[in-house]
Each structure stands twice: as C-alpha cells, then as structure tokens.
C-alpha cells in the first residue's frame, strides 16, 4: 500500500483500516443483496460485479497484518536496544573490577592498560 509509507503512515492505524476494509466489504454484501432484491427489476443492465474484486480485500488485509507485525518487531527491537544502551553504560560507568585492590570502571581498566601497554612498548622499542 503506497500510502502506507512514508511521512503518511504515521497518520493511519492499522486497526482503523482494518475497520474499514471490514466495513466496506459488508456494506458491499448488503449491497449486492438490496440491489438483487430491490433495485434489479428498476435497473435494465447487469448488477456491478462486486465479488469478483474480494481478493483485494483478502490482500490489503494480508499486507496490513505483514505490516502490523513489523511494526511489533520494530517497536521489540527499539525496546531491546534501549536495554542493551542501559547495560552498557551500567558496564563502563559502574566501578565492578578490581585493580590494584580498588574497584574501577571498565573504561578507567582499559585506560589503564593502554597507558601500560603504551610505556612497555617506549621501554622495550625506544
């Protein structure tokens, strides 16, 4: 669906649509019936071939469900990577390794042994 992308999107609930799709296939039914039973013998042409576009139902429904599941996985990963960010920083910021008989962060150890690593380096090649 062309209008499902972009800027546009955002302003469609796949809920809402579905409603719709739903809505306008019944009224399409009731339709049919009300011309068969009412309106055929004031009308000297063929009733409109309503049946034969259903699959376009079926299929804007197929898609608005592809699509409404990967917009639950995206909202799962944004969720996931908010944690994983959490973590993270808990790691680097939380002093939870032992040097030296102290407690530093992750990033104060690795500063730590770039900068020995750094004089071992001066002592042995310079």
Known sequence: CVFLRGEEASRFSVCALRVAVSDLTQMMSVFSRVYDTDFRSYCCRDPPSLRSHTHIFSTVHRLLTAWNTELE???????VSVCLSGTVNEVHSDPCYWSHGHKHT??????????????FLSLHHG
Do not use: A, C, M
């Open 73 to 79: 996985v995206l909202w799962q990963v944004s969720e």
């Open 106 to 119: 992750l990033s104060t150890q690795l500063e730590d042994l770039t900068k020995r690593y750094t004089e």
